[in-house]
């Protein structure tokens, strides 16, 4: 597991471009992921008392014949900007509705804030106005009303559903004219990753006017707040219908493969296409949309089917940009490229379980710092790389700090902070949080400023856990998205390339982190981000939309100027859009 921070069901296809060499390494550890797999699976398993394998099926005697026609010319399709996503959601929310009044009264509004509390969505914002050396991300009334817009359509589809969504998913139920996203993970998935593939997830959801939801199996609910007024988000509690898990799955879930030979059939037959595709998995093996999701005339006639199902562990957001039917509104909704910011502080906001340690952490060790400095440290391969490179870790780490003034040096006399205005202080509070699963850096930093304190500034290094391996499981998920959020507080934050978890802080937080060059043969000790987009990680690079012939083997990125190479540093093979902030 040296370059990814998941582990893959299969091993099918590399992305175009990649070298066989890189891949053939890969293939190497395919046996260990596997049996990680396996393992992660069992300790999931028991925890869940009803879990799938010993349920019935809920239909079995269902034959599912209905159908719907796919049109031999690609529906007409196209989002200019964010008026007409304003209108399409609204739309959608009035055929879901068939005229009944759907206002939200201010009654059951607060009760349902009573029923679902949530302290993140009134006092995470003000954290972040609390930074003064850093300027936060612009605040978007675009995409505020497009959330607001998007939430009504959320809460009268649930409603319209009435019942159990899993019952009317696997009844195959037609009486809404809703239709839904499923957000699941590949097996094994770090919280990270889940995370990002989901907010890839709710930003497509939206796009196309789809209810979003989690799946159980991800655990990911648990920890967070319920974000759509009025309504939820969690998905199949009972995992009956999740297609990890259920047997006879096929029975619910189609693969994309089937789906897009239906619409060559219509395309290239020129006659419709009676499909009965009503669940679509929209994945591929490698846990994101295959290449063809990544197409607008594939788009539009996705738009035809109810539920689609994507088991991600990857952070596709990026290449949404690439796809010409999205593009335009995209670009209207986020000229600064902070999707990620933005829909994080929306819907991802931490349960208040999570929040009380968040908040702890917060007011304990960063509300008084006049500089807050995050520091993530990962090390890949456990106790055998921290062996090998700790001890140059903590040099970079400490030569990058002093080379761009984020801390001071042992004993210095003035202050390090380049701001005169800060830095005229009697005493300067600089607070340093590290996560990491090993207190190497933490005890090493402790010691070098408790023996030779700076003159005019105070340094404190916090570190609130170290657990030497990674475990999956709900506490370790509540404490990672603590630190995670506790780390995107900082003015400054240190990431270690690749890693997911330090991407979400950066992503939080609205930051340009430095990564921790940890390669050992490297001369650097750090590298500034080139954006707070996070790193699409093993994208495939090249259109395959056999019906645009002006993309199709094309390279993306030659297409979307502000979609650039993921720096070397931090992921080889990647892609991420370029922020102005
Ligand atoms: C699709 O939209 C275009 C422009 O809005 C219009 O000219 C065309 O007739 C439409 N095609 C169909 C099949 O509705
Ligand atoms: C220094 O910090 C002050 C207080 O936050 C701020 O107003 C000012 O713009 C900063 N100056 C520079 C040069 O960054
Ligand atoms: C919904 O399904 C029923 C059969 O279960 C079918 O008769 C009806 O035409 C369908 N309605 C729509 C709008 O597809
Ligand atoms: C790492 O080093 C410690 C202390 O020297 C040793 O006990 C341990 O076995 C080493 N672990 C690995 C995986 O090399
Ligand atoms: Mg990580």
């Not at 679902?116 to 609390?130: D, M």
């Not at 993921?566 to 892609?575: I, V, W």
Request: overall charge neutral.
């Amino acid at each position: 597991m040296k370059a990814l921070e998941f582990v893959p069901r299969s091993f099918k296809w590399a992305p175009p471009g990649v070298p066989s060499r890189y891949v053939s390494a890969k293939v190497v550890s395919i046996v260990v992921l596997l049996s990680v797999t396996a393992l992660i699976l069992f300790t999931l398993v028991p925890r869940y008392s009803a879990f799938p394998s010993s349920l019935p099926l809920l239909n079995p005697e269902i034959h599912y014949e209905e159908t719907f026609t796919l049109p031999v010319s690609a529906p007409n399709f196209s989002i200019p900007d964010v008026p007409a996503l304003i209108t399409a959601l609204q739309r959608a929310t009035a055929v879901a509705s068939e005229g009944r009044d759907t206002t939200f009264s201010r009654k059951a509004k607060l009760q349902w804030h009573q029923e679902h509390p949530c302290r993140a969505r009134a006092e995470l914002q003000p954290l972040y106005n609390l930074r003064r050396i850093v300027e936060d991300a612009a605040p978007n009334a675009k995409w505020e009303s497009v959330f607001k817009e998007y939430e009504t359509l959320h809460r009268v589809c649930t409603q319209s559903v009435g019942g159990d969504l899993v019952d009317y998913f696997a009844t195959r139920g037609n009486t809404t004219n809703c239709r839904f996203l499923v957000a699941g993970i590949a097996p094994g998935a770090g919280l990270g990753n889940k995370m990002l593939s989901m907010v890839s997830g709710l930003l497509y959801a939206i796009l196309t006017q789809r209810v979003f939801l989690i799946a159980a199996d991800t655990l990911v609910p648990g920890i967070l707040c319920e974000p759509f007024e009025g309504s939820q988000w969690l998905f199949d509690p009972q995992w009956k219908v999740t297609p990890e898990y259920a047997p006879g799955r096929q029975q619910y879930w189609e693969n994309k493969d089937e789906f897009y030979k239906e619409v060559d059939s219509a395309l290239r037959g020129g006659e419709p296409v009676k499909s009965s595709i009503y669940g679509l998995v929209a994945n591929d093996e490698w846990c994101q949309p295959g290449q063809r999701f990544f197409c607008s005339t594939e788009q539009s006639y996705y738009n035809l089917v109810p539920w689609v199902y994507i088991n991600g562990c990857f952070y596709f957001l990026p290449k949404l940009f690439a796809i010409p039917a999205f593009r335009p509104v995209l670009e209207d909704l986020f000229p600064d490229k902070l999707a990620l910011t933005h829909l994080l502080r929306s819907a991802f906001l931490p349960s208040d379980e999570v929040w009380r340690r968040i908040d702890q952490i917060h007011s304990l060790y960063l509300r008084n710092a006049d500089r807050r400095v995050g520091i993530q440290v990962r090390y890949r391969d456990g106790e055998k790389e921290f062996n090998i490179t700790h001890k140059l870790i903590i040099d970079r780490v400490v030569k990058c700090a002093l080379e761009n003034h984020i801390l001071p040096a042992a004993g210095a006399k003035g202050v390090s902070d380049l701001n005169q205005t800060l830095a005229s202080k009697p005493r300067y509070q600089t607070s340093v949080f590290i996560a990491s699963l090993y207190p190497s850096l933490h005890d090493s930093l402790g010691e070098t400023y408790i023996r030779n304190p700076p003159e005019m500034e105070d340094v404190s290094i916090i570190q609130v856990t170290r657990g030497k391996e990674q475990h999956f499981n709900d506490e370790e998920d509540k404490q990672a998205l603590a630190e995670i959020i506790s780390l995107s507080f900082a003015d400054y934050l240190f990431v270690t390339p690749l890693s997911t978890f330090g991407g979400m802080a950066q992503g939080y937080g609205a930051l340009l982190p430095w990564f921790i060059d940890n390669r050992p043969t490297s001369e650097g000790s750090c590298q500034r981000a080139q954006t707070v987009d996070v790193c699409y990680q093993l994208p495939q690079f090249i259109y395959n939309c056999p019906y645009e012939p002006d993309l199709d083997k094309q390279w993306v990125m030659s297409k979307v100027p502000y979609l650039k190479d993921c720096l070397p540093l931090d992921a080889k093979y990647g892609m991420q859009l370029i922020t102005r902030n």
